[in-house]
C-alpha cells in the first residue's frame, strides 16, 4: 500500500474509531452466534451446573411468537448476571443483564420466538455459572381480536 | 428514526423497588422484508442502564431478539421514595433515549 | 422474525387438554398485559388531542364526545349515541371525524386518507381512539338507548349482526353465532349475547402485539367485513355505527376496563 493510501486509511480509522469508542461494549461475537454452543463461546462460559433456585416464569404457550413474556429470578447468593438464550432462534444469545450493589437478579422482558423452542437461562455467581431452562411452545393465532 | 416515547414506573414493594420501563423502538432483526420486498435493515437497541440516583445498577446488552417496543421490569434493592432513577438505551446506529423518574 | 408466520405450526402435546390449552394461553395474556407498551399511544393521543391542526388550527380540546365539550371522562363509555348538532347516531371515530371537520376545518378527503394505520405508526384514530378510551377506564359501559334514533340504531345493527351477506354468505352470526367455535386458536366469542360481548367490549380499543398496532372497532367492523369477502364498508357510516352500537348496548353494564391487549 502506497504511503499516502496508508494516511488515509488511518486518518479514516481514526474518524471512525472516535465513534465507536463512544459506543458501550457490545459482545459481538457472542451475538452473533448461531448456535447456544457458540454463544456460550463468545461468553466464555464452560460448565453451568443446572439449578432449581433459578426460576423462570413465563406461559408454556405463547399466542404469538413476536412477543414472549419471560420473567428470570435467581434465588443464587451473589449472582450478578443473568443471561437469556433461545436455542432455536437464528442468533440464540438474546440479553445479559449485569447486576451491580443495588439491583436485583431479577428481569422481566418480551423476547421474539420464531418457533416451539427451550428457553435457556444462565446465572453467574462468584464466577460459577448456573442453569435452567423452559420450553415455550409458539402456536400462530387466529383471524380474531 | 426519532426516538418515541418512554414511560417509566417506580414503585416501592416489600424490601425492593419495582420498576417498569417501556421504551419506543422498531427492533427489526434485519430478516424482515417490507411491502415492497426489501429487507429492512437492522435497527434495535443494544445497551440498556438502570441507574439510581446516577449510580449505575444494572448493565444491559441485548440483541434484535427483543419484542418491538421492548418493557422492561426490574428489581432494586430497598430503594425510597423519592429515589432518582434512570433508563437509557443505546441502539446500533448510535442512537439514544433516556427517562427519569422518582421512586412512588 | 417472521419465523413466527411461517414456522409456528400449531405444536402442542397431543396429551394436553383443552383446559390445559385454554389457561397457559390465559397466562400467556396476562403476562403480555403486564407488560404492554399501549400507555406509550395512550400518551401520543394526549399529545395529539391537544394539537391544533387544519385549517381553522384547532384542537380537540373542544371536541364534545357527548359529556360536554372535552369533557372525557366517561365519553367513551356511554358511545354510541346520538348527537343533536349532527342528527345522528355516532361512534367515537364517526364523533371524532365530525370534529376534524368542525373544530379543524378538514375535508372528508384529507381527515380520511389514512384511516387504519400500520406498525410504526398508528393513523390520527388510533391513537384519539386509545386516549380517549382509556379515559373511561372503570365507567359502567353505557351506550345511548332512549332517543328514538340510538334504538333504530341499535335495532339496525342487530339485524345486521345476522344478516348473510357477500360473496360466502357470511354474517357476523356465521362465526359469532354459535358457542364453542374457534378459528385455530383464537375462541370466537358468542357477540350477541352478553356473558360473552361483556368482557369483549370492555376491551376495545386494543394494542395488537403480534403486528404493535392500536386496533379499534372501526378497523374491526372493516376487517370482519373484509374477512367475509364483502365490500369495505364506509369508515364510520352508519352500517358500522349501528353493529358497533348493538354490540356495546349487549355488554351494558360491564365496567371498561381500558385499552385492552390482543395477541
Redesign the interface.
Known sequence: MNPLRRTLVSLLALAIAK?LA??????KEA?SAKTPGDALKGLGIGNAAPSKDLQIEAPEIAENG???PI?ISSAIAGTSSLIVM?EK???P????????????P???????MGETSDVRVLAEAAGKYYTATKEIKVTIGGCGG | ?AA????MRANLGSG?TDV?V?M?H?ME?G???DPDGKIVPQHFI??L??K?NG???????????????????????GGAKGDKIEVSW?DNH?ESAAIEAAVA | ???AVFGAALVFSCAASGQDVAKEIQRYRQMVAE???A??FE??GEALWKKAQGPKNGSFERCDLGEGPGVLKGAYAHLPRYFKDADRVMDLEARLLYCMSTLQGRSRDDATARVFGS??RPSEFELLSIYVAGQSRGVRIEPGMAHPKEKASYELGRALFFHRVGAWDFSCASCHGEEGKRIRMQELPVLYKPQYARPVMASWPAYR?ST?QVITLQWRMNDCYRQMRTPEPTFGSETTVALIHFLTATARGETYGGPGNKR
Open positions: 465513534p463512544a459506543l458501550a461494549a457490545w459482545n451475538f413476536a412477543v414472549v420473567e433461545i432462534n437464528p442468533f444469545l438474546t440479553a445479559r443483564f449485569d447486576f451491580k450493589e443495588g439491583a436485583l431479577f428481569v422481566k422482558l418480551n423476547v421474539k | 428514526m418515541g416515547p418512554m414511560k425492593f417498569r417501556l419506543t422498531p432483526t430478516l424482515r422484508k443494544q445497551n442502564t438502570v439510581v449510580k449505575t445498577v444494572i448493565d444491559a446488552q441485548i440483541s434484535q431478539a427483543v419484542s418491538r417496543n421492548p418493557v422492561f421490569s426490574f428489581r432494586l434493592k443505546l448510535g | 422474525m417472521r419465523l407488560g404492554s407498551p400507555e406509550l400518551l401520543e406498525a410504526d402485539v404493535s
